[in-house]
C-alpha cells in the first residue's frame, strides 16, 4: 500500500541551529501539505503545494521557516535558526488534488530543540 | 479559520456509544475525520463531500450539514481501539483556485473496559 514517506522520525537539534525536514508523497500526489502539531493540539497548516507551487504560506514563519518542492514531487521543510518553541511533530500529508479528496499523513518527524 | 469540535473529550464504557461535533463559519467543500493515537501520525478515517452525505465504517460513521456548515462523528457500540482523538479537517475555499484543509483542536476518546 503507497504511503506517504517522511525522515528523520526524531531529531534532536541546539536552539541556534538549523534543522530539515524531508517528505516523499503518494506517487501522483498533486498536493502536499506541510502541518506542525503541538502536543495535545490538532494539526496546524504551514505550507500547501499543488505540484511544485506554494499555494497557502500564510501560516508559515517566513523569517525562519522555509518550503521548497523543486520537482513537484518530494519536498523538504527548513528551519532555521531553530527556537526552543519550534518542538513539536511535523507532519506530512499528500492528496490527489482539490478539495474533494482524501488527504494522507506520513508518520511524521518529531523535533526536540534543546 | 479552523473548525470547532466539541466535546474536547469523552470516557466511554465500552459498548456505548458517542458523537462528536465538528462545526465551521466558512462554507465548507468537504469534510475530512481522522483518528490518531498518541505518538502516532493521524490515519484516514472518511471523507464527506456532499451536504447530507452519510457515510460508515464498521461502526463509525458521519453525516455532513452543508447548509449548516457541521458534521458529527457517530461511535456506535465502541471498543476499546477506538480510544484516540478525533480530529475534523474541513476543506475551505482561501482564494486563487487553491482550497485549505484546517482541522480542529481534536476530540479525545478513552474507552475504558
Known amino acids: 500500500e503507497a504511503e506517504v514517506a517522511q525522515s528523520p522520525r526524531y531529531k534532536i537539534t541546539e536552539k541556534s541551529q538549523a534543522v530539515a525536514f524531508w517528505c516523499d508523497p503518494i506517487?501522483?500526489?498533486?498536493?502536499l501539505y506541510w502541518y506542525r502539531q503541538i502536543l495535545g493540539q490538532g494539526p496546524e497548516l504551514l505550507v500547501q503545494?499543488?505540484?511544485?507551487?506554494?499555494?497557502?504560506d500564510s501560516q508559515l514563519p517566513k523569517d525562519r521557516f522555509s518550503a521548497e518542492r523543486l520537482k513537484g514531487v518530494d519536498s523538504t521543510l527548513k528551519i532555521q535558526p531553530a527556537e526552543l518553541g519550534d518542538s513539536a511533530m511535523y507532519l506530512c500529508?499528500?492528496?490527489?488534488?482539490?478539495?474533494?479528496?482524501?488527504?494522507?499523513f506520513g508518520q511524521g518527524t518529531r523535533l526536540t530543540v534543546v | 479559520q479552523q473548525p470547532v469540535q466539541s466535546p474536547q473529550a469523552v470516557i466511554l464504557r465500552e459498548g456505548e456509544d458517542a458523537v462528536i461535533n465538528c462545526s465551521s463559519s466558512?462554507?465548507?467543500?468537504?469534510v475530512h475525520w481522522y483518528r490518531q493515537k498518541h505518538g502516532e501520525a493521524p490515519v484516514f478515517l472518511m471523507i464527506?463531500?456532499?451536504?447530507?452525505e452519510q457515510k460508515g465504517h464498521d461502526k463509525i460513521s458521519a453525516s455532513f450539514n452543508e447548509k449548516k456548515q457541521q458534521s458529527s462523528l457517530y461511535l456506535t457500540a465502541s471498543q476499546l481501539s477506538y480510544s484516540g482523538t478525533y480530529f475534523c479537517?474541513?476543506?475551505?475555499?482561501?482564494?486563487?483556485?487553491?482550497?485549505?484543509?484546517?482541522f480542529g483542536k481534536g476530540t479525545k476518546l478513552s474507552v475504558i473496559p
Open positions: 500529508a499528500s492528496s490527489l488534488a482539490g478539495a474533494f479528496t482524501e488527504a494522507f
Open positions: 506517487s501522483g500526489h498533486a498536493t
Open positions: 503545494f499543488q505540484d511544485e507551487s506554494v499555494v497557502d
Open positions: 466558512k462554507a465548507l467543500y468537504s
Open positions: 464527506l463531500l456532499k451536504g447530507g
Open positions: 479537517g474541513t476543506h475551505a475555499y482561501s482564494g486563487a483556485g487553491s482550497y485549505q484543509l484546517t
